[in-house]
């Protein structure tokens, strides 16, 4: 009896061992199948994350193709309008008189750049794998529905916005002193930055410790982009805005930590602002959407905005005398929006700048009379009724995933060079 308990026994704890090991073998397969499937599955979702990136990003980038190509036909349509003016103009007497310049059209404030114009240009171009078309709907001929864990990437969408660099405020002050163009440039920095609610940006110091008022920031900005190392100074005359001083420009760099000098050159991009003494970041959270670097030099200002603060800027750039008491009217913004719209059609159409000057004499603001003639004199040397620099912002999304593209691009002859008939020179290009 002995004997056969102890090997029953004996086959009983063998059993419970050979248990034991099979269960922690199972869970040990168990855990590394797991985990080889979470591998799996985070592998396939960073390479999808990836592919809808890359998909994202071209899509941006076409954006701000197919930008170029509307900008590129609003380029020749406004090259036929000047071509048609010269020939007016060559009429002299009372027929130029008459038809003092030919509207432009603004199809590139008409077109929405964004996918449905692609698919609608391109018919076909915009249907998608799995019998899925751009708007996410089936295909009718292409037969019966693909199940949602077989389809292929989303094709996604884009859309860009185009903005007009030459209506904004260009604070490359190196225009030639003749012809106006400087002192109405300065005339319009000293007009965006002229209301009273934003003196507490210039009574802050920068992170360097200087501290300018307006008229001082102005100089700054002369003397960044100057050939000279001398500091400017404002004279308040039109013909000759600035004078050299005796002080040094570069004492204002001296400043800092990492000690610098004045460039002595054209900006590059509107980021470079910040290098400028006294120039921070609440000067550009407040003025950035209005500043521009990228117009050529002696580049004028399109008269033409649609932003009522725009234009109250232009017209108390062409007031005589510039402090009138309309101004103070906090209706007047709204009324010479509405005026200048019932000129334009709506936006549709460019005015000239004697045609603003008319619409301001309308309104009962006294305007200088060089605005109101057709020949270019100095006063009227500031401003245009077209323009060659455009800013384009692209965004591409595919899924979850969304990318931004910024260009900016030229058409202006003396700075596009052989690419002024193409689709435009790019000035700048970034990605985020």
Do not use: C
Request: charge should be negative; charged fraction near 25%; hydrophobic fraction near 40%.
């Amino acid at each position: 009896m002995t004997t056969f308990h102890l090997g029953r026994g004996g086959r009983s704890r063998e059993r419970g061992a050979a248990l034991l090991v099979v269960i922690v073998a199972v869970a040990l397969v168990t855990a590394l199948a797991m985990d080889l499937a979470y591998q799996a599955r985070v592998g396939l979702q960073i390479a999808a994350n990836g592919r809808d990136e890359l998909l994202a990003l071209s899509q941006a980038r076409g954006a701000v193709n197919l930008s170029r190509l509307v900008l590129h036909f609003q380029s020749q349509l406004d090259a036929q309008a000047s071509a048609v003016s010269g020939a007016m103009g060559q009429l002299g007497g009372a027929a130029a008189a008459a038809m003092p310049g030919v509207p432009r059209i603004q199809v590139w404030k008409l077109v929405p750049v964004d996918s449905h114009l692609a698919s609608s240009l391109f018919p076909g171009g915009g249907s998608g794998r799995s019998g899925r078309t751009a708007e996410g709907g089936r295909d009718r001929e292409a037969g019966p529905e693909v199940p949602p864990d077989r389809r292929g990437p989303a094709l996604g969408g884009f859309s860009a916005t185009i903005d007009d660099e030459d209506r904004k405020v260009n604070v490359q002050l190196d225009a030639l002193a003749q012809g106006g163009l400087l002192a109405g440039q300065l005339a319009s920095f000293m007009t965006l930055v002229a209301d009273r609610h934003w003196d507490p940006l210039f009574e802050r110091e920068d992170a360097n410790g200087v501290k300018l008022n307006r008229n001082e920031l102005a100089a700054a900005l002369k003397d960044w982009v100057d050939d000279d190392t001398q500091q400017s100074a404002l004279t308040g005359l039109a013909d000759r805005p600035f004078e050299r001083s005796f002080g040094d420009e570069n004492y204002l760099y001296d400043r800092g930590p990492d000690r610098y000098k004045a460039k002595n050159a054209r900006f590059d991009s509107l980021e470079e602002l910040f290098m400028v003494a006294g120039f921070s970041d609440l000067h550009m959270a407040a003025f950035g959407e209005r500043l521009t670097v990228y117009p050529a030099r002696g580049s004028q200002m399109n008269v033409n905005a649609d932003d009522p603060a725009e234009l109250v800027r232009n017209a108390r750039i062409m007031a005589d005398p510039p402090i009138q008491p309309i101004f103070s009217d906090p209706t007047f913004p709204d009324r010479l929006l509405a005026a200048v719209k019932l000129v334009r059609v709506g936006g549709l159409l460019t005015m000239t700048p004697q045609q603003f000057a008319g619409v301001l004499g309308a309104l009962g603001v006294g305007v200088h009379s060089d605005y109101g003639t057709t020949k270019n004199t100095d006063r009227r040397g500031a401003f245009t009724d077209r323009s060659y620099v455009f800013r384009i912002r692209g965004q591409g999304s595919a899924g979850a995933v969304v990318k931004n593209v910024e260009a900016v691009v030229t058409f202006e002859p003396s700075q596009a060079r052989e690419d002024a008939t193409d689709l435009g020179r790019l000035l700048h290009w970034r990605e985020e």
